[in-house]
């Protein structure tokens, strides 16, 4: 099997699914017999300094001849010119979680310039893997990304054993991710505050330092709306501590504004947890009908009505945890996801050597 360069921006043991992708992938790969080596390029991005952009390339540079080489799209988005560098005299793979212009929050002109310089860097790639099929078809319509060069390798997924879980109220809601504006933590405390008449407390577990202002205002929503006791901000924790939440939740919601898979939400499906989510970008098809209640994304008062008739319907929670349980079921498995990166990997190889 040949060896691997994997490289990646930022800390790899950062908690979002991104980077839990990346850490799981790298694993799988080994296990196949693909020794990997990561290459570390960073902090600051996607949006790098000139100090950082300079530390980023001189690390791929690094890189040797020949060696294929899977770049995370975090960094890889923007970094058009070492792209090209790389992909000279290396099979070059990019990983796309989702289209960094696609983020929230974006100004016009920041949005433009990042959707340019992503569109550069991918068409400098020989093979694209993403991580859903609806971010495979926005990178083909947006981003000019043939689709003879894509792949999409979605997650796996270990399933937890059964969870029997205590139907009597509260009802325990559980939200997952950085606190970022793309999450729509704002909608979901907005949501909430609709149906405080009802018998709920909800967990977010994110990292706050990714965007402290988005994390101060979200402290600053729940205390104006009065809901400080009954929202708990658990920050960052560990692989453990994450588990014991899952297993303790009996409701999992997702109000994000856009999401390139939501890894989030196949923990959710594993732990056999109904679902509250928005339909945005992957998470149409991440979320099966039978398993969870979809809204429209900013839309305050269908999340709330969704919320409302799952937190007073201890059936229809039932009904949907078992389609959560029939759908792990269809889920691929880790193993799988390797196994079809390195399909691509050693196909460039195959190429190359011609």
């Known amino acids: 099997m040949n060896r691997i360069a994997f490289a990646v921006p930022g800390d790899l043991n950062t908690a979002t699914g991104g980077y839990a992708y990346d850490r799981r992938l790298i694993a799988e790969l080994e296990a196949l017999g693909h020794p990997v080596e990561v290459v570390g390029l960073g902090d600051g991005f996607p949006h790098p300094d000139e100090g950082q ?13 020949r060696r294929p080489t899977l770049v995370d799209g975090l960094a890889l988005g923007v970094l058009p010119d070492e792209a090209a560098m790389l992909a000279a005299r290396a099979p070059l793979i990019a990983l796309v979680h989702h289209p960094l ?25 020989h093979a694209v893997v993403t991580t859903s099929r609806t971010t495979a078809s926005t990178l083909a319509d947006h981003f000019q990304v043939s689709p003879a060069r894509l792949s999409v390798a979605e997650p796996g997924v270990d399933v937890a054993t059964r969870i029997d879980r205590d139907p009597d109220p509260p009802a325990r809601l559980l939200a997952v ?23 709920w407390q909800l967990d977010i577990v994110g990292d706050p330092d990714r965007d402290p202002a988005t994390a101060k205002d979200l402290s600053d929503k729940v205390a104006a709306a009065g809901l400080g006791d009954r929202i708990r901000i658990s920050g960052r924790v ?5 588990e014991a939440h899952y297993r303790a939740a009996n409701i999992f919601v997702i109000s994000s504004r856009y999401e390139g898979y939501g890894m989030v939400v196949t923990e959710a499906i594993a732990h056999g947890l109904p679902i509250v989510g928005t339909a945005a970008g992957a998470l ?42 029939d759908a792990a079921g269809r889920l691929p498995k880790w193993s799988a996801t390797a196994r079809h990166v390195s399909d691509v990997i050693e196909g460039l190889c195959r190429d190359v050597s011609k």
């Open 238 to 242: 560990d692989a453990a501590a994450l």
């Open 101 to 125: 212009a696609w983020e929230t929050g974006l100004t016009p002109a920041r949005r433009q310039a990042l959707q340019a310089s992503e569109t550069r860097a991918l068409a400098r790639a």
């Open 53 to 65: 952009r300079a530390f980023a390339a001189a690390a791929l540079t690094g890189i040797p001849d």
């Open 284 to 325: 149409t098809e991440t979320i099966p009908d039978a398993a969870g209640l979809k809204v429209p994304p900013d839309d305050e008062a269908a999340l709330a009505k969704a919320l409302e008739r799952l937190i007073g319907d201890p059936a229809l929670r039932g009904d949907l945890a078992a389609g959560t349980r």
């Open 177 to 199: 991710g950085a606190l970022v504006p793309r999450k729509g933590y704002d909608v979901l405390v907005g949501a909430l505050a609709r149906i405080r008449h009802l018998d």
